[in-house]
Each structure stands twice: as C-alpha cells, then as structure tokens.
C-alpha cells in the first residue's frame, strides 16, 4: 500500500540523516518534496479547508490560496519530522473494493511512556493515481482545523485578505529560520 | 424646573443614544462572533492570554528542564506510571459505557503492569497486545447523551467544554493521587504528572506555533475535533462539508 510504502521510505532516509535530526528544516522539506509531496492533492485539501468560501473564490484565487497553503502546510509539518526520534508507525488492517474511490488509512503511531497516536490518510482516486487530501493526527484534521480561521480572515478582509494573512505567516515562519 | 427638566431630557437622550449604541454593539457582537461552538469567545481569549504567560514563565520551562535532562527510559516509565495510576478510573468509564470488554481489558492491564511491569513502570499489557483505552467522565456523559455546552478556556487546565469541565471534576474525585495519605508525596506526585503531561506537549507547541494563524482558535477546533474523536473511540461518523 501507498502509505506504507511512503512512510517507511521516508523514515528510514531521516533515521540515518544526521543532518535533519538535528532539526535542519530545509533538507527535511527538500525531502517531503521529493518523495511526499507527488501524493498529495493540495487543491482539494484547500478547498476542504475553505469550506463553502471556495466557491467564492476566483480560478486565480483559488490556485493563489493553494500556493499559499501548501507552503504552510509543508513547512509546519515537515517540522514536525524532525524531531522524529523513537516513534514507530502500525498500519491497520484495511480492506477494500477494487471500485472504491474514496478511502480511510489508518495508522497508529507508538512512541515509549506515550499514549499510541492515531495517524490517519483520506485518500482519492484519481487519474494520476491514489492521492492524499486529508491527514488527520488523533482525531484532528489538519486540514479542517483551519477552517474557522479561514472564515474568520475572509469575514475580516475578503478571500484576498485570507490569501494576504496565509503570505505573512509564511514570510514570517521563513525570516525565522533563516535567523 | 426647567432646568431640572433640561437635565432630564438632555439624560435620557444620552440614555437612549446609549442604548442605541449598545443595540448596535450587541448587533455588531452576533455578526463578529458567529461561531457557535465558541459562544464565550471574550471571556475565553482573555483566560488564554493569563494561561500563555502562566506557560511561558513556569509551566514550559521546567517541563523543558525535565525534558532535557531526564533520560528517555526514565521520562517513559514515568509515563508508563501514571497511564496505570489512571488505569482503574478509565475501566470505571469503560464500564460506565456499557463497553464490559473494554472495562475488563482495563482491568487486566492494571492487574499486569502493577505486578510484572513493576508498579506500572514498565507497559507489559501493551506488549502482550492489550490496548490501551483513553476514557474519562466527560465521555461517559456525552455517551449517556449529554450535549457538550458552550466551549471554555481554563489557565492552567486549558480547553474544556461546560460538560468537560464537569467531568473534570469528577475525574479529580475518581483520581487515586487525591488519596495518598502524605501530603508531601501527594503534592510530588501531583506536580510530576502535571511536568510530565506537559513535557509531553512539548513537541505539539513548535507545530501549533506555526500552523495557526490564530493560535486561539487553532488549539479551540483542534480540541473540539479531538474530543468527538475519543468520545467516538477513534470513529467518528464523517461530516458532510
């Protein structure tokens, strides 16, 4: 299975990189874009972050907010990477039908002295192959969670407000670490 | 007279004009907060700004301290500990809930890890493949049909709904640190669990400090969706966009 397969592939790279267990984010986010980012459909997880919003928005804006997006996502999550350390991932059993084209992966992340943690992927079908539009941690989709701060930013300012207020955050997180 | 009377009416225009801008604030008010999971959002924001300092000047810092410089065998039993310390509230839940498989298996992990994994230092259960359940009180009520109740904001306990902050309560009554007979041990006990949940977090603070665009309204829906995600044992039924 894709997520396996990714996982796995991914994790051994960063138990044997040096470089990015002592938290060196550009090396890690190089790597998420090589070989994490080709399975992740990014315009759907805006538009499922946006809720009913997307539809206001413009062709133009919506593939600025995805932009926009994606930045953000990648770089507070690939972060979080870095400090992987003793954690160990199970795959659920999972079964499905040849036809399915919308389906539920689910993963438990372990770690000692810890609460297990449930990782779990929506993935799609789609030309291009199996994609993933939501990730979410115990419970949480990160995804979904942003959407209360989205509606809140496009009452506040417009979807061009939101998209302005996704660019700052970006801006600011990348001055930080260039410090 | 007529200047009393001047007074008046010169008083009750203002009131009036105040009340006016008070309608119109209360108007304003409905429009800004349309959220409803978050109807004490004024109250909440400035418990969460009292609860950042509390954690940047006290709480964040010794759980750094502990973080560092205890190492992780030791910082994994103290987790170990306290998981089993909770263990019996969390089969009282389970059992509370109608879930009697759950609440045995509960039981049984509470039985082993007391004995052979040393005082609960060590997840024997785990390795032998009895998971680990996550209940509480405020669990068992929203499974017995108790709505949530407006969302709240705590320093120090952080994020709990009305039904959560009651079921807190009883979780406290139902925690077997609260009837250790030494004070000192007591209170070390109870100190070591709060350093320990919040070392824990530790690695949480950097994501949510850059995920959010509103840290405020990042940890209030993730705590949300956290929530219905344990009361429906990790299943939640899916919601429609």
Known sequence: MLVQRVTEEVLEIIRNDR??????????IDLVDKKVLPHFNFQHMTALAMGKEWRKASPQQQQQLTAEFKTLLVRTYSNALTSYKNQKVVYKAFKMAPTETD????????QPGNKPVQLDYSLERLEGGWKVYDVVVAGISLVTNYRD?????????????????????NKSLEANQKK | MTKSLG???????????????????????????????DPYEGFNRSMFAVHEAIDKYAAKPVAQVYDNAVPL??????????????????????????????????????LINSTVGIFGLFDVASELGLERHDEDFGQTMAVWGAGSGGYLFWPVIGSRTVRDTLGWGVDIMGDPVGYVDSIPVRNSLRG???????ASLLPADKVVEEAALDKYAYIRDAYLQRRRNQIFDGRPPRLDD
Do not use: C, Y
């Not at chain 1, 389906?103 to 372990?110: M, Q, Y």
């Not at chain 2, 070591?192 to 919040?198: A, G, N, Q």
């Open chain 2, 7 to 37: 007074l008046s009416g010169m008083r009750k225009g203002r009131a009036w004009a105040l009340g006016g801008l008070l309608a119109l604030a209360g108007i304003g008010n409905t429009i800004a907060e349309e959220n409803p999971h």
């Open chain 1, 103 to 110: 389906v539920l992966v689910r993963t438990e992340v372990h």
């Open chain 1, 149 to 169: 701060q989205f509606g809140q930013e496009v009452r506040n300012g417009g979807i061009d407000g939101l998209i302005a207020s996704i660019a700052n955050k």
């Open chain 2, 73 to 110: 065998p030791v910082k994994a039993g103290v987790g170990n500990f306290f998981g089993n310390v909770g263990e019996l509230w969390v089969g009282v839940n389970s059992a509370l809930q109608g879930k009697f498989s759950d609440a045995g298996v509960d039981l049984g992990r509470l």
């Open chain 2, 192 to 198: 070591l669990r709060i350093v320990d949940i919040r």
């Open chain 1, 19 to 28: 470089e990015i267990q002592n938290g060196s984010t550009n090396k890690v």
